[in-house]
Each structure stands twice: as structure tokens, then as C-alpha cells.
């Protein structure tokens, strides 16, 4: 049995309605001065007001930062800490989907410990105590709530660099499943696959362990029972709710158990073909699975079994991955790499980029350039 070092970071507060207490929690933790980070379509859907309010009503002075888009960088974080600089705020509260919430944890490192967010790309570099943070996801995807990493494109190398501490962890998760009723069709099923990935890679991975296994499990559960409920019916709050606590649930297991192959092989889709990360794990999930599979098919039966019954172990993880397949269909999303149009000329230098991804080192199969180039061309279609 594997061990691990495990501790609950985060308050996790669920519920309807819960945005309301946002004001409560900010004077528990004594704050006169807060710093929202939250970006252009937070502010739109009429969430920041809302967040203003709560804290305004509580007696806090209340400052914003919004400059910084999808798969923050190392510019906007710069940014970001020059505005808390200004502002000087005893609490920092991440607003959103991913990016929100990473964007609040870099400027949080620069700002709290100096330097470059460069400096903090690895584990455990944090140089000071941090402010305390408040992370309210406004999607069901990255689990960034959950976890006390942030992912930080550097501007000038395009490099995506984790940058983690146990410092960096958030004080409280609040999860307020009416903030997701906002998200459009599209967002919906882009963050849907990627918190499912999340937990179906965290499930087999080399550090897979009794307490990332436990969220891992119930996190897939979740998540699979309502993905296509929240597509097909987008006002149904309780899958809605289903989802969010998916995917926190899926980053608390990958505070422990890390991610694999698919996460690996996504990255440079992104980086070389602007393919946006929820479509580019998705599209390279069922392969990773399959080949997985051939190593460990009782672990993805024990997954599949919180949807179906399965008799033969050997069966599942081709189950499994035409099951992520009919996801990404119903979510009209793309299901191979042709309809990216991703050249076939173009998989040797995504297997170099992909082979020197942290997140594939944690892969229960040992990843070499041939074997990624395998994973994509058997993506292809």
C-alpha cells in the first residue's frame, strides 16, 4: 500500500446560495482589505458585483484585478502583484474558473515572497508565510480549489510551470453551485472533460494512494452521473452541484496522486496549436486509457463499476475510453486529432515536448517519445 502524507488544506463549504457567506468567512480570517482576481466574464455574469456586495456588507474595503486572460501568464501575474502592491490587501480571492484561481495564487507568491513567479515554478519554494486565500470556482473543471499548485505560462519561454506549496493552498473552497448556471454551453463541457480526466488519471497513477483513490472514485462517480445531465438540461442545479464537487473532489486527489499520460500529451496541443486544454485532454484521454489499460484493466473496472456493472476486467478499459468518446460527441466536442487538423508531421516535436512533462512522469506506464508517438497517431482517429 502506498503511502502518504495527507492533509485537508482548504475549508470546503457547499451549497446554494453559499456566495452569500463570502463576508463572513473574509472577517473570520481578518481581512480589511481584499483583492479579487476574477476575469472579464465573471464580471459580465454579474458575479463580482455580487462578491463586492457581500464583502462591502461586512465592512471590507474591497479592490479588483482583471487584466489576465485563459492560461495565465507570467506578465499577468507581474501585473496582478504590482495592483496588490498598490492596494496592499490582507486577503486574496480568486473568482472564476482555473485561470482565476492560478492567476490569484501567483500574484499571492510574487506578491507574499518577492521576485518572479519563475522563482516558485517546482514544489515547496514559497520563502514566507502567504495571505490567506479564498478560492470560489464559478466552473466544474480544474479543482484549482482544491490544490496548492498554480499553473503559470511563462510569457517569453511558453513553458507551463507548476508552481506549488503547501502555503499556497487556499483557506476556503466556496462552493456556490448557482455561480455554474452562468457558464456557457461550451465552457459547460470543456471544464465537464476536464475535471473528468482529472479523475480518471488520478485513479492510476504511480502515487495513487487510499486517500486519492477515495476522491478519485466518488469524484468519477459525480461527475460521470451528471455530465450529460448538465449539457442536456443547464438549469438543473443539483447536477450542476454534482459537477462542482466532482471536481473539487478530483483536485484534492491530485494534491496526492498527480496526473498522467493524457495531461502530458495534451499540453502541447495547447502550446503548439492554441487547442484549449479541456478539448486537447479529452481528444487524447481514450488512447491513454486503452494503453493504461493494458497494464492495470482491474483499475479502470473498479472506475467504470460506479456506472455499470462489469464482469470482465479485461473489457473495461475499452469501455472506459469509447464512454469518454460518447462525452466528447455529446458535448460536440472534437474526438481525434484530425478534426483538430493537427498535422501528422507535427508528432514527433509534440512527443519531445510531451516527454519532458512532469505530469507524465506520475503515468503508471513509463512514457518514452515512441510510445507518446503511439498515443498520438492512435488519437489521429
Not at 510569457?155 to 506549496?165: F, L, N, R, S, Y
Not at 496526492?256 to 499540453?267: E, F, I, K, Q, V
Request: charged share 20%; hydrophobic share 45%.
Amino acid at each position: 500500500m502506498q503511502p502518504f502524507d495527507f492533509q485537508l488544506r482548504p475549508r470546503i463549504v457547499f451549497g446554494p446560495g453559499s456566495l452569500e457567506r463570502l463576508g463572513q468567512f473574509a472577517v473570520e480570517l481578518g481581512a480589511r482589505r481584499a483583492l479579487i482576481v476574477s476575469d472579464a466574464g465573471v464580471v459580465a455574469a454579474g458575479h463580482f458585483r455580487a462578491a463586492v456586495r457581500f464583502l462591502e456588507q461586512a465592512g471590507v474595503e474591497v479592490h479588483a484585478f482583471h487584466d489576465f486572460a485563459e492560461n495565465p501568464t507570467s506578465a499577468m501575474v507581474d501585473s496582478g502583484a504590482v495592483v496588490a502592491r498598490r492596494c496592499q490587501p490582507d486577503l486574496l480571492i480568486g473568482l472564476g474558473g482555473g485561470s482565476s484561481m492560478d492567476c490569484c495564487k501567483g500574484i499571492n507568491f510574487v506578491y507574499s515572497c518577492g521576485g518572479r513567479v519563475q522563482d516558485y515554478h517546482g514544489v515547496g519554494k514559497a520563502t514566507s508565510e502567504m495571505l490567506p486565500m479564498i478560492a470560489i470556482p464559478t466552473t466544474a473543471g480544474t479543482g484549482s480549489e482544491a490544490q496548492s499548485f498554480a499553473l503559470i505560462s511563462d510569457a517569453e519561454t511558453h513553458v507551463k510551470m507548476a508552481c506549488g506549496d503547501p502555503r499556497a493552498a487556499c483557506r476556503v473552497a466556496l462552493l456556490d453551485p448557482e455561480l455554474t448556471l452562468t457558464q456557457p454551453p461550451r465552457v459547460t463541457a470543456l471544464t465537464g472533460i476536464d475535471a473528468l480526466s482529472h479523475a480518471i488519471e488520478t485513479y492510476v497513477t504511480l502515487r495513487r494512494n487510499p486517500i486519492s483513490i477515495t476522491f478519485s472514485r466518488r469524484a468519477f462517480g459525480l461527475l460521470a452521473h451528471s455530465f450529460s445531465r448538465v449539457l442536456d438540461q443547464p438549469q438543473n442545479l443539483e447536477a450542476r452541484g454534482q459537477m462542482q464537487l466532482g471536481a473539487c473532489f478530483a483536485g484534492l486527489a491530485i494534491e496526492t496522486s498527480m496526473l498522467g499520460a493524457a495531461h502530458a500529451t495534451a499540453n502541447p496541443l495547447t502550446a503548439r496549436y492554441d487547442v484549449v486544454h479541456g478539448q486537447a485532454v479529452g481528444v487524447m484521454l481514450p488512447a491513454v486509457i486503452r494503453m493504461n489499460g493494458r497494464q492495470h484493466p482491474e483499475w479502470y473496472a473498479e472506475l467504470l463499476s460506479e456506472l455499470e456493472p462489469v464482469e470482465d476486467p479485461a473489457e473495461a478499459p475499452d469501455r472506459l475510453a469509447d464512454r469518454v468518446v460518447e462525452y466528447l460527441r455529446h458535448a460536440s466536442l472534437a474526438t481525434n486529432l484530425e478534426e483538430l487538423q493537427i498535422p501528422s508531421e507535427g508528432i514527433a516535436a509534440m512527443a519531445v515536448d510531451a516527454a519532458a512533462q512532469w505530469t507524465g512522469t506520475f503515468n503508471p506506464v513509463p512514457l518514452t517519445e515512441s510510445l507518446i508517438s503511439d498515443l498520438y497517431r492512435d488519437s489521429r482517429a
